[in-house]
Nanobody, 129 residues
Framework: QLQLAESGGGLVQPGKSLRLSCAASGFTLDYYTIGWFRQAPGKEREGVSCISSSGGSTTYADSVKGRFTISRDNAKNTVYLQMNSLKPEDTAAYYC??????????????????????WGKGTLVTVSS
């Protein structure tokens, strides 16, 4: 089976950092675009960040630019989201997803989850004092 599993979520105070991991099983991530998405309570899911298969292209939502960094380690079959300077509005369930390459440069489509074929079950991030 082809699965993605997120980890690293939890409760953190504003201004603190958290690193999320997305590990693949049943397939390798080498040829896939990987995206991070989030869904806050009562709101629609939105794209957070995207990384191309090679890692050469990364994109971010305006709300997280300068604070979040996406990276990948294909040898470990894992993608990361480093989240710094967290704000209460970052509170959400965070999901990683995999799809064919070429989507990172088309943000509007990416943010909707277009072309993402595999999804993790999510990890909850709560930012509160």
């Amino acid at each position: 089976q082809l699965q993605l599993a997120e980890s690293g979520g939890g409760l953190v105070q504003p201004g603190k950092s958290l690193r999320l991991s997305c590990a693949a099983s049943g397939f390798t991530l080498d040829y896939y675009t990987i995206g991070w998405f989030r869904q806050a309570p009562g709101k629609e899911r939105e794209g957070v960040s995207c990384i191309s298969s090679s890692g050469g292209s990364t994109t971010y939502a305006d709300s997280v630019k300068g604070r979040f960094t996406i990276s990948r380690d294909n040898a470990k079959n894992t993608v990361y989201l480093q989240m710094n300077s967290l704000k209460p509005e970052d509170t959400a369930a965070y999901y990683c997803a995999a799809g064919k390459d070429g989507l990172c440069s088309r943000w509007n489509l990416f943010s909707l989850g277009y072309g993402m074929n595999y999804w993790g079950k999510g990890t909850l991030v709560t930012v509160s004092s």
